[in-house]
């Protein structure tokens, strides 16, 4: 009794204990904010706000006595839950902090909650916060908080700290909280660039710490480029971590970086699409060669049996034995209805003998086993072609992926690819091949194995994370564990799950590293990472499960006898650690081996068993056999780092390969035994006589043909195996049922039309390429159009959709269709009807779907309810996706089911995605006046329409379509991005492009276009991708010169890639802006080894260039002025044949280069350049380009001559080459440098008949051994000391000679010049009077200069030269008048110290020469004293021809009176020799004129003696 007393008494007592306890605790409270515990009841009610802090507050008691409680904070307590809140609906602000909180909870009535702080406890988990949603500032920094959640209410939220975590992911958890503007995230585990791309969707965030100075940076602070990946996809942040980022100049350039980057990314992408568009054409070519021979054959074998059913169906019905013509025969044509055959007495010959019927049928039933094997074969080299071009497309996934990942990780991972001079390439190869045992796969016939790729994998957060935990365990263990750690380091095969999707298992790996121990357990695997270091080990799962799919598969399917040929494997670095053996019947979790790391299982022979069945081979004949073959379980996922991937094949034997790729050839045994089979078949009896061919046909041949007496009993009629393209007469056949056409030549089929009771129709193996025209054939229910040429399925559908409604059975195959792979859905959508297509069965859910596709196909209210968005912007994203696939991929569409639209509602539509929706029109898009980003990407829109009123678009991608011209883009000026991908387009809309000044991204890969011309227009293009065309001039590289923007170029895949030599670094001359080209970076070796060709090289281009066209045979006048120009290669030179003067000027040739092709010129102006000769300097045969060399197998080009010896250069020989350029006359080489005459090759200018060598270093005049027709030679200002004997030997007509400036002391040898009519010795170092006497051997000499000599300062030498050389008219510039000469010769009785030369003429009459004009007595007396060589009197045209002249001749122009002194300055020299020409200069352009051209003058200038035109 009294123990029943004490348990009911204990409970009250417990009570008393504790309301005594929270008494004394309310009295601390009240002590701590300065309250009055014995006045609380009234003085309560007044509090606003408590503090309690260290200690005495165990429990949250007492609050009910303040109900208007609005602020309560509590610090240091032991306080593990929240309670007592229950009387505070006013509360505003709480703290409970250091207080040793588990959980959140106990706030349900605290609606008014504001700010909430809960730092510094052990919350795990974000809950019951929902009713909270005053809420604004949250910090529940320095929990064990795992994962962000439970937020998704906290609509007003602002600021957030959960600092001091253990979170690793942000995920879509705080996308709700779009008004938060302030976030800690500091001293956590996100280690992926990714997770911080999720915060891009807080468009308030102004302040976000995740490497804060007073916690432990995230992994990913460490990583490069963080900064900028935050500060681009939040660019509303005013501060990072501690840092101010509010400058407009940081956001920018990060942005620009980024972009940057992106663009890059993108054109590799681009390029691995590229890449694999070029392997399904290798696949489609090596395809299509595979099938020619198994297609003749079943072409050659249809056509024998389709004879013989033609035969066979003239039997009379009475005679017919019952026959089973298999619908599914290849090649055959479905059975014929019984009762459609036509009785014919011309048949008696067979059903006369029935035994010959019988051979029929059984021929048949031969032929058709044949097809069988034909059409076998066919399938085989498609399931390969198809295997093939999965492979390529595995491989371009993946490659794309991998990019893909580097983007988003802004560089921080990197998937390098390997290759053969890669050391790291040959070790993983040495690797894999030491793994694999062949004896393990000899069951397979597997002989070995192929390393087709390695990839490596650089991922900075992985290895961190690797690095620092295995420094961790250093840290942790004793030194011996320091010394042998690196034994307990293995790399080990991993093979992806085959169960589950093996690209997102490897992407994930690659990304975030292998799944933790509880990942694993919760998809019900063991506990661990399995690793093994044998190959056969590692692939067993995934060869078990190929084989048991490939059991299961289709009949396609399993002509693979390797379904599993293919494999990849991560190769991954381990720390294995401290280990031990599995124990037999326990699972691998860490809990049942708590003190290891990893756990192993030996594998023996009979575990290997399971993927082979032979005997294990022992372990002296391989290594694999040694008891070291293992199968590791690795408890931590830090411990596993992976470094590569190998992507291999199995090699087989060959009798394992498809015979057709195996043996390609007729000569191969087994085809050449398949061929000699179908040819004994094919001659089995009977052998049916070869019937004439219907070319046309009557009403007459009709009957003949059909065998009938009358037209309207004909219901079946045969014309299989003719030559017929029209068969007009057929309408007349109004009863016909049954039509046979095989194996004819139509192209179309416009005269099958109103046949009302035809039911079937075989048009098979003809040249059909539309089926428009058939009308009117309401009774077809069988079609065959196999084996024509049929391409655009959606017309032919149409078509029959309406002219056959009841077609029941449509066989299309063996044609070459445009998108295949949508043909049969495209045909299903339009003809409900079909029960077969293509001899499979239709069934039901596959026809509903083609339906509701087809449906789909326009542009309507539901499609663009279902396709839009209206975002208002691109969100900050590193995805490569358009804006329009981006949105719709990342937003929900806005129009809920069942919401009532607004009037406007297509107004507000931004963004819209139609991709693959099968469109052929663009239509009902007028009031998408707001549209900005629009996909229309694999449909078949031809036509750009209907876009005229979406003028703010700046997105547009019509990829894959069927668009001939860029017409209708004309009103979109604010496009900045078009993409017009796989259509149809010929050329650049000029037009179009004109209104197009905002487009900085063009692509328009895989069309038909030959030139870029227009697309100089786009001043604001930065990308161009325009592969795959049919560019191939190097002159559409000019166009592109304009383009100053423009840093990313692709034109691989055209003719011009191939065509121009050295292509990539000509481009990279002509574009220096350019920062890629073709998918790869343009290198500085290339801009330099550009510049070192090309610089200064005068092309056709370059010629285009400067003039502005391209017509070059009109160009008459070329000047090219100070264009530093090296070398010339005007190829071909044809194109100039109308050029005849050309002035070079101040560039850099050293040789005439490619000039000498030139056909026609007549006048070449090149001075001050550097020329040394007239060809280039023979060079090495290693040495000489292609060019060189082709040059050098024709004689006259000079470099197939040998160099000439010493010997012939002294005397100036030119041996036995061939003369050059034979129409130039005037050749300007002033100011060169030239030192030899003899090196320049001037002998073999022939035709040459004025030469200006003024102002070089000459100092011996030779060379000019083959210069017979030069009249006039000038070589002032060089350093020419004497003449030579040979120096002059050949100028017997020389007319004209200038020695102006020169160093001479003696005249000798001039005797050759017998016609010299003038000669200019001024300012030389004649020092007597004397030396002028061996002029009297000059019997022409009429004018000649000698002032600036010494012997012309000493004394008056006038009157002695007028004595000594009495024919002369003119000396030093002036007249010598009759009565100047008669004075002279009265002062001077005595005979003169020079007599006259006997055949000198005195007479001032005119003077005639052959091929010249008379020269004509001059009336002024001004004389020039010499001849410049600059561009300023260009050709001498004024002093050496003369207006309306007879064209094969010569004369001299009337001069003026010199002024002055005769010893004036250069300078002065200069200005009278300029004043005494108008022609100073070459002009730019020069024009043959229109109309009738006549042949040009045969003299120095090709316009009858007229300068050039300025």
């Not at 034909?374 to 794309?400: G, N, P």
């Not at 004018?1343 to 008219?1369: I, W, Y």
């Amino acid at each position: 009794m009294r123990g029943d007393i004490h348990r009911v008494m204990l409970p009250s007592e417990k009570q008393k204990n504790r309301i005594e306890d929270e008494e004394e605790v309310v009295k601390k409270l009240c002590m701590a904010n300065g309250v009055s515990y014995e006045k609380i009841a009234q003085e309560g009610s007044s509090i606003t706000s408590l503090e309690m802090f260290f200690s005495g507050f165990p429990r949250v008691v007492g609050l009910s006595f303040f109900p208007r409680l609005c602020q309560l904070t509590i610090v240091g307590q032991n306080i593990q839950c929240i309670e007592g809140l229950e009387c505070c609906p006013l509360l505003q602000e709480l703290w409970i902090v250091q207080c040793h909180l588990t959980e959140i909870s106990g706030l349900q009535n605290c609606l008014q909650l504001e700010k909430l702080y809960l730092y510094e406890n052990k919350i795990s988990e974000i809950k019951n916060l929902e009713l909270q949603v005053h809420l604004e500032v949250l910090w529940l920094n320095s929990n064990c908080i795992t994962k962000i959640q439970g937020l998704d209410t906290l609509l007003n939220l602002k600021e957030l700290n959960l600092a001091d975590n253990i979170i690793e992911k942000i995920g879509h958890s705080l996308d709700p909280n779009v008004n938060l503007q302030k976030l800690s995230l500091s001293g956590n585990r996100i280690s992926s660039f990714k997770e911080l791309a999720q915060l891009s969707r807080l468009p308030r965030l102004s302040e976000l710490a995740l490497k804060d100075p007073t916690s432990t940076p995230n992994p990913v602070c460490l990583l490069s480029n963080y900064d900028t990946h935050i500060l681009y996809h939040v660019p509303s942040l005013q501060r990072l971590d501690i840092y101010d980022v509010s400058s407009k100049q940081i956001k920018e350039a990060a942005e620009s970086a980024v972009k940057k980057k992106m663009m890059y990314y993108n054109m590799r992408v681009r390029t691995a699409q590229r890449n694999l568009v070029e392997a399904r054409l290798s696949l489609t070519e090596r395809k299509k060669t595979l099938s020619q021979l198994p297609e003749e054959c079943i072409r050659t074998l249809t056509h024998a049996l389709k004879c013989l059913e033609r035969e066979l169906s003239m039997v009379p019905v009475s005679c017919k034995k019952p026959v089973c013509m298999s619908e599914n025969a290849p090649g055959g044509p479905p059975q014929l209805d019984k009762g459609l055959t036509e009785r014919n007495e011309s048949a008696s010959d067979i059903s006369g003998d029935p035994s010959m019927e019988h051979k029929i049928l059984a021929k048949i039933e031969v032929l058709r086993e044949r097809l069988k094997l034909w059409t076998r074969r066919l399938d085989e080299i498609d399931f390969w072609y198809e295997s093939d071009l999965a492979q390529a497309t595995s491989r371009k996934e993946y490659t794309v992926q991998f990019l893909l990942m580097e983007l988003e990780s802004v560089g921080n991972i990197r998937l390098e690819e390997g290759c053969s001079t890669d050391l790291w390439f040959k070790s993983c190869c040495e690797l894999l091949l030491s793994c694999f045992s062949s004896p393990d796969y000899k069951i397979y016939g597997i002989t070995g194995i192929k390393v087709n790729r390695v990839i490596r994998i650089q991922n900075s957060a992985l290895r961190l994370c690797f690095e620092d935990k295995l420094h961790s365990f250093l840290a942790s263990e004793d030194l011996s564990s320091h010394r042998n750690y690196r034994r307990q380091l293995e790399y080990l095969f991993y093979v992806a799950d085959p169960e589950k999707c093996e690209k997102d298992e490897t992407l994930h790996i690659l990304e975030e590293g292998f799944k933790t121990a509880e990942e694993e357990q919760a998809m019900e695997k063991d506990g661990a990472i399995p690793l093994s270091n044998s190959l056969s080990v590692s692939e067993q799962s995934r060869i078990e499960y190929a084989l048991r799919q490939a059991r299961q598969g289709d009949t396609k399917r399993s002509m693979d006898t390797m379904p599993f040929r293919h494999g990849q494997v991560i190769v991954s670095k381990v720390f294995v650690g401290n280990s031990m053996p599995i124990r037999d019947g326990e699972p691998v979790d860490r809990s049942n081996y708590p003190q290891v790391y990893s756990v192993y299982r030996n594998v023996d022979a009979k575990q290997r068993s399971a993927v082979s069945e032979e005997t294990p081979c022992s372990t002296k004949t391989h290594a694999e056999c040694s008891p070291c073959r293992r199968q590791w379980f690795v408890f931590d996922y830090e411990f596993v780092l992976p470094e590569y991937i190998i992507y291999y094949e199995y090699i087989t034997q060959d009798k394992d390969k498809p015979t057709l790729l195996s043996h390609s050839t007729d000569r191969d045994p087994t085809l050449s035994n398949d061929i000699a089979l179908d040819k004994e078949v094919l001659i089995m009896e009977p052998v049916l006589k070869p019937q004439p061919r219907l070319l046309s046909f009557d009403d007459k041949i009709l009957l003949s043909v059909a065998r009938a007496n009358i037209l309207s009993q004909i219901t079946v009629l045969n014309l299989h195996g003719n030559s017929l393209s029209k068969v007009k007469e057929i309408s007349s056949l109004t009863v016909l049922r049954h039509l046979t056409i095989s194996f004819n030549e139509f192209t179309q089929l416009d005269d099958i039309s109103y046949m009302p009771n035809l039911e079937f129709l075989d048009a098979s193996f003809n040249h059909l390429v539309t089926l428009e025209g058939l009308r009117g054939l309401g009774q077809l229910k069988q079609l065959d159009v196999r084996w024509n040429k049929l391409t655009k399925a959606r017309e032919d559908t149409a078509v029959l959709s309406k002219h056959t409604p009841a077609l029941l059975k449509l066989d299309t195959r063996y044609n070459p269709w445009n998108r295949p792979e949508a043909v049969r859905m495209t045909i299903l959508g339009r003809l409900t009807t079909l029960t077969h297509l293509d001899d499979v069965l239709v069934a039901e859910e596959e026809a509903a779907e083609a339906v509701q596709k087809s449906a789909g196909s326009k542009i309507n209210q539901a499609s663009l309810l279902a396709q839009s968005r209206t975002d208002s912007g691109r969100p900050h994203s590193l995805s490569l996706l358009s804006t329009a696939q981006l949105l719709c991929h990342l937003s929900p569409a806005p129009w809920g089911l069942g919401k009532e639209l607004e009037s406007d509602w297509m107004a507000k539509i931004t963004t819209l995605n139609l991709d693959n929706q099968r469109i052929s029109k663009l239509i009902n898009l007028s009031k998408l006046v707001n549209l900005r980003w629009a996909s229309f990407n694999d449909n078949e829109i031809s036509k750009v329409e209907g876009l005229d009123n979406c003028l703010k678009l700046e997105e547009l991608s019509l990829n894959n379509n069927s668009i001939s011209t860029l017409s209708g883009l004309t009103q979109l000026h604010c496009l900045n991005k078009l993409s017009v991908d796989g259509n149809q387009l010929t050329s650049l809309d000029v037009s179009a492009l004109d209104q197009l000044s905002n487009l900085s991204f063009l692509s328009a890969e895989n069309n038909c276009i030959s030139s870029l011309h227009g697309i100089q227009r786009l001043r604001s293009l930065l990308e161009l991708y325009i592969g795959s065309n049919q560019i191939s001039t190097s002159r559409d590289i000019y166009y592109l010169k304009g383009l100053t923007n423009l840093i990313i170029l692709d034109l691989y895949g055209n003719l011009l890639v191939e065509k121009l030599e050295n292509y990539r670094i000509h481009v990279v001359f002509h574009l220096p802006f350019l920062k890629a080209l073709d998918g790869i970076a343009v290198e500085v070796s290339e801009c330099e080894s550009a510049k070192n060709m090309f610089m200064g090289r005068l092309t056709t281009d370059t010629v285009a260039e400067k003039l502005g066209h391209s017509n070059y045979t009109e160009i008459a006048h070329l000047n090219l002025q100070s264009c530093s120009i090296r070398i010339v290669d005007l190829s071909p030179p044809d194109l100039f044949c109308n050029l005849r003067c050309i002035n070079l000027d101040h560039n850099n040739l050293t040789s005439f280069s490619g000039l000498i092709h030139l056909p026609n010129v007549k006048a070449l102006c090149l001075n001050y350049n550097h020329i040394e000769s007239v060809l280039p300097r023979q060079k090495p045969q290693g040495h000489l380009t292609s060019r060189q060399i082709l040059y050098s197998k024709v004689p006259s080009s000079g470099y197939s001559q040998q160099s000439t010896s010493k010997s012939s250069r002294d005397t100036g020989s030119t041996g036995s080459l061939e003369p050059l350029m034979g129409s130039l006359e005037v050749l300007h080489l002033s100011h060169n440098g030239i030192s030899n005459m003899a090196n320049l090759q001037l002998s073999r200018l022939t035709n040459l008949k004025a030469l200006f060598l003024e102002g070089n270093e000459i100092s011996q005049v030779e060379g000019l051994e083959g210069l017979h027709q030069l009249r006039e030679l000038v070589l002032n200002k060089n350093r020419i000391k004497a003449l030579t004997k040979n120096s002059f030997t050949a100028q017997t007509v020389l007319l004209e000679l200038h020695l102006a400036e020169n160093r001479i002391r003696e005249l000798n040898h001039l005797d050759p010049l017998t016609e010299l009519r003038k000669l200019f010795l001024n300012k030389n170092k004649l020092q007597d009077i004397a030396e002028l006497e061996k002029l009297q051997v000059l019997p022409s000499l009429v004018e000649l200069s000698v002032f600036g000599n010494p012997m012309a300062r000493n004394f008056d030498h006038r009157p002695a030269v007028m004595l000594c050389l009495s024919q002369l008219q003119v000396l030093d510039g002036v007249d010598i008048t009759l009565e100047e000469r008669t004075r002279i010769e009265l002062t001077n009785a005595d005979p003169p110290p020079c007599s006259h030369h006997p055949e000198a003429p005195v007479s001032t009459s005119e003077i005639n020469l052959p091929g010249l004009l008379p020269l004509m007595r001059h009336n002024t007396t001004l004389r020039v004293m010499s001849v410049s060589g600059g561009p300023q009197n260009v050709m001498h045209m004024h002093n050496f021809l003369q207006n309306n002249v007879d064209e094969d001749r010569y004369t001299y122009k009337t001069k003026k009176h010199m002024q002055g002194n005769f010893a004036r300055s250069d300078q002065t020299d200069i200005n009278f020799r300029h004043n005494r020409r108008t022609g100073n200069s070459f002009p730019t352009t020069g024009h043959l004129p229109h109309g009738n051209r006549q042949q040009e003058q045969h003299s120095r200038f090709p316009n009858r003696s007229k300068p050039p035109p300025m």
